[in-house]
């Protein structure tokens, strides 16, 4: 016997709408989603900084191995987990292909931590690594280093799936299929803000673990503090990962075989929207679309630009906190602040923003922010190499902390910004298009474009260290390159902005607009890299960032 919702629902008071817009029926489908995506997000926020610690801070190793890790061993291996996904997706049902997904990458993580990490001096080959190193440029330290810590690069590469196969592929692929229209356009903002406190709450809790060993805490397994420390992180991963599973396994059994809160009548096929977005649609409709270009364009310049500071920013942080406890406990902090501006970004600057002064406005606080931190981070990083006295002199602290700060607030303000003013604009882009153009054209924009920045970063940092060496040799360049590339953007979204002005009506209000075109309570499907809240409607008043 199926539940029943309240035939009309009583309105929701004002604060109500804005803070937690759920009647109380919807709670029994909310509050496990919710917890699915905080644990996953949970997990995410911990290996973020767990894989650069393993793989920066080893002997003869550092930032220089991200790009050669991004291009040699990331790319290869989110093609075959593809694959992977797709060919168990052909054959299997989507409750299953979780299960299955999941469990691949948990199994990893532990067999890493408790076999893998333990016996790294037998399995890692030490002695071919050192001579390749006598043999090759000194420009190819990254490259040795991602072969000679080749568990530790193949860890680094599951934890990056984590985010764009468990999180946008299954979570995502999930609520968007079982997710009714009028639930998406209050309860994505609230997964929007339950990621945020994840990251806050992951940050501080790997802090605790790190401060936990370091501080004489001991545990019967582990052979030093760092690696004590990386048995109870995992262990967190492992267990989050475990409710994952339960919690999904109950909302398979217990909620979705209600109608109330899902009518398989309404979800279309796998097949039918897997031909809707084929890789040559989608790139058809960008090359003859100037308007899903300039959005094209407006992603790959965020994804390039936030991967050339972040190598040269994580290479500066080793520089000043060589351990990796120290390490992993520095940038934890960051993670947490990075939440805690993202949420307040999200629920006071990004919608206020919108409606006060314009899209084009919005849009462009994303790259000045990066242009301003940009000039005193790569300031510093030259001083640093051309007079540390003088900056010690003026400012009593070291060029190198002067440049991890600058660093560091550039990271914080540019990821809180794309996780509030940069989605939000983003994604009221795809408003005027027609429904065949917003999802073809957002699907090749998140899941080709978004790659293409981040390949192209990691691409610019490979040849410039194979060329010069070093990253002081090189940085002058990347500025170069990084500046050029924020004018780029910044034109884009000068142009896109009058397009988009255009293609809109100012005085009227802006009716919700979908991602692919519905009738009534159909279910969102067919949107797999990320969530579908494409609602201008939502943007504007309940402030959602995606």
């Known amino acids: 016997m199926s539940s029943k919702a309240p035939a009309e629902p009583p309105p929701f008071t004002k604060w109500r709408r804005y803070l937690w817009p759920v009647h109380a029926y919807e709670l029994k489908k909310l509050i496990p989603m919710l917890l699915i995506f905080f644990f996953i997000s949970f997990d995410y926020n911990v290996l973020r900084t767990l894989k650069d610690t393993l793989l920066i801070t080893a002997k003869s190793s550092g930032a220089e191995v991200i790009p050669f890790v991004k291009v040699w061993a990331m790319f290869p291996g989110a093609v075959l987990m593809t694959l992977l996904f797709a060919w168990l997706s052909n054959r299997l049902p989507r409750a299953t292909v979780f299960y299955i997904i999941i469990s691949i990458f948990l199994a990893y993580f532990a067999a890493f931590t408790f076999v893998l990490y333990p016996n790294r001096d037998i399995i890692h080959p030490n002695e071919f690594a050192d001579y390749l190193a006598t043999v090759l440029p000194p420009g190819f330290k990254g490259f040795i280093a991602m072969f000679r810590y080749w568990t530790f690069t193949l860890f680094y590469v599951m934890s990056e799936l984590w985010s764009s196969i468990v999180l946008s592929v299954l979570f995502w692929g999930f609520a968007n299929q079982v997710t009714k229209i009028s639930e ?12 945020n406190f994840s990251g806050i709450f992951a940050g501080q809790v790997s ?24 048995i109870l992180m995992v262990s967190l991963i492992l267990v989050a990962g475990f409710f994952t599973l339960l919690l999904y396994r109950w909302l398979e059994t217990s909620v979705l075989t209600d109608k109330i809160y899902f009518d398989p009548v309404n979800v279309k096929s796998e097949r039918e929207v897997k031909g809707k977005l084929s890789l040559k649609q989608s790139l058809s409709y960008l090359m003859n679309s100037k308007y899903l270009m300039l959005v094209a364009l407006i992603v790959i310049s965020y994804n390039l630009v936030i991967n050339l500071t972040e190598v040269l920013w994580k290479h500066q942080v080793k520089e000043l906190y060589p351990n990796p406890n120290d390490y992993t406990v520095y940038m934890n902090h960051v993670v947490s602040i990075i939440g805690l501006v993202a949420t307040i970004s999200s629920l006071f600057v990004a919608g206020n923003a919108i409606r006060k002064c314009g899209w084009t406005f919005t849009a462009l606080l994303t790259p000045i922010i990066l242009f301003v931190t940009s000039i005193g981070f790569f300031a510093f990083f030259f001083l640093d190499s051309i007079s540390p006295a003088a900056v010690i002199s003026v400012l009593g602290m070291s060029p190198l902390a002067m440049v991890v700060f600058f660093g560091t607030a550039q990271n914080i303000l540019s990821r809180g910004a794309k996780y509030s003013v940069f989605d939000a604009t983003k994604e009221m882009s795809f408003v005027p298009l027609d429904p065949e153009k917003k999802l073809v054209g957002k699907a090749a924009i998140d899941g080709i474009c978004s790659r293409f920045g981040k390949s192209g970063g990691s691409f610019v940092h490979q040849t410039l260290l194979i060329a010069f060496a070093s990253f002081s040799a090189s940085a002058p360049f990347v ?12 034109s884009a979204v000068r142009l896109l902005g009058k397009q988009f002005n255009e293609l809109t009506n100012p005085e009227a209000a802006v009716a919700p607009v979908l991602l692919s075109e519905t009738n009534g309570e159909e279910t969102l499907s067919g949107v797999t890299s990320r969530p579908a809240p494409i609602l201008a409607d939502s943007v504007l008043k309940e402030q959602q960032a995606t």
């Open 184 to 195: 998406a356009k209050r309860f994505y903002g609230l997964f929007g803000v339950g990621a």
């Open 479 to 490: 500025a170069i390159v990084l500046f050029g590339v924020i004018f780029i953007w910044s």
């Open 207 to 230: 802090v605790f673990c790190c401060n936990y060993t370091r501080n004489g805490g001991t545990l019967p397994i582990g052979e030093d503090p760092w690696h004590q420390s990386l």
